[in-house]
């Protein structure tokens, strides 16, 4: 749904109530669609939040953004801010606004400036790659 942006936003700190914890990922995420990979990186951050399967934040740099367009799609989290969504031509229809980000989020969860996150529904796999450092 378009969501028109209000004068008067609620804006709610992470808390107790309503945890948020971010944290570096492990290993590399890796992000694919219609058979190629989108974005990869080894400095992913976790976000957990309450009520919410964790997401994985990559760093724009770590992005093919040469196959993202911008949407008008729009919304707001009281607890991270106002969020920007693209697309994934190439994913076709199921790739309609499978990317989100949040340009100027929140201090509290400021860290995630300059990543995306991509809707698991929406793209083929995030996979995350572990590399054992045990064998021998």
Known sequence: MYMTPTKRKDIKIPGADHPITISPAEGTVRVTVAGGIIAESKRALRLQEKGYPPVYYLPRDDADTSLLARTKYYSYCPYKGDCSYYSIPI????????????????????????????DSSRVDAIEVILINADKG
């Open 91 to 118: 994913g076709g229809v199921k790739s309609e606004d499978a990317v989100w980000t949040y340009e100027t989020p929140y201090q509290a969860v400021a860290s995630i400036k300059e990543y995306l996150a991509f």
